[in-house]
């Protein structure tokens, strides 16, 4: 999407109003529906609502109906979109003014040597999107992070989900589907779930660990045959692959500031 001085002007507008920037904080952490927001800014639905409409009139917030229950809206933050505004914002205001984005070092997010963030992905059948979540955030971040997966009615690995990773270089083919209960006693630092039904089923975990949600169509449902759906499974993997560079840059960050903090007492 082109980039210009409106777009600019319009989105440091929309930042600068406080009950803005705090929707753009809550959906960068997870994928969240408006009564959801509503509870966590503390705001009348009425006005969440509206101020949802002019983030998504800029492109910087987009919507998806709920899997799970079709009156339902899921809101996810673009955050590619809010880099670029920002980054041609500050060019616009002087060509010395560059802002660049900071790739994810996956090296960094070991807080302490012989320790790995551990992850785990959910959906429902385990057949695609949690498998694939799995492998990418292994293979992203260099396995300087653990992942695992699983879902509430585990089904086969569906074939697209082995050949849209083959294509990426991943073999997955190997991997079993696992029952949720599984991992009933495991810690974890955070649990994901990228599948609207299971979302509303998950356990809580040992430790209670962050959870964040992406909202994610199941690719299988987009078609009556593998080679019609495989299209889908290709949007899903890039999806996913974006969405865990983005989990990476956050472990990061968030070992980053736990070094400094620990240096300086």
Not at 99 to 116: C, N
Not at 246 to 262: M, N, P, S
Request: glycine share 4%.
């Amino acid at each position: 999407m082109a980039v210009d001085v409106i777009d600019e002007t319009r989105a440091l507008q929309l930042l600068a109003d406080p009950q803005r920037w705090r929707l753009l904080t809550e959906l960068a952490d997870s994928d969240r529906r408006v009564g959801e927001l509503t509870e966590r800014v503390g705001k009348p639905q009425n006005l969440v609502s509206y101020h949802l409409r002019e983030l998504r009139s800029a492109g910087m917030v987009s919507a998806r109906r709920s899997a799970a229950d079709g009156r339902d809206t899921y809101y996810r933050v673009d955050l590619g979109r809010c880099a670029d505004l920002l980054v041609h914002a500050g060019a616009a205001l002087h060509p010395a003014v560059r802002l660049e984005l900071v790739p994810p070092s996956p090296d960094a997010t070991s807080r302490r040597r012989g320790w790995k963030p551990k992850v785990l992905f959910l959906c429902t059948g385990n057949s695609a999107r949690s498998q694939i979540a799995e492998a990418l955030l292994e293979h992203r971040s260099g396995h300087a992070m653990q992942a695992r997966s699983a879902g509430s009615h585990p089904k086969p690995l569906h074939p697209n989900a082995v050949r849209v990773m083959a294509e990426r270089g991943l073999d997955i083919s190997n991997r079993t589907t696992k029952h949720l209960n599984r991992f009933a006693r495991n810690r974890f630092d955070r649990v994901i779930t990228l599948c609207d039904k299971v979302k509303e089923v998950c356990p809580e975990f040992p430790g209670s660990p962050p959870t964040a949600h992406w909202s994610m169509a199941d690719p299988a449902a987009e078609g009556d045959s593998d080679d019609a759906s495989y299209p889908a499974f290709v949007r899903t993997a890039d999806e996913i692959d974006d969405r865990v560079n983005l989990l990476i840059a956050r472990f990061t960050a968030t070992a980053r500031h736990e070094r400094r903090t620990h240096v300086h007492r």
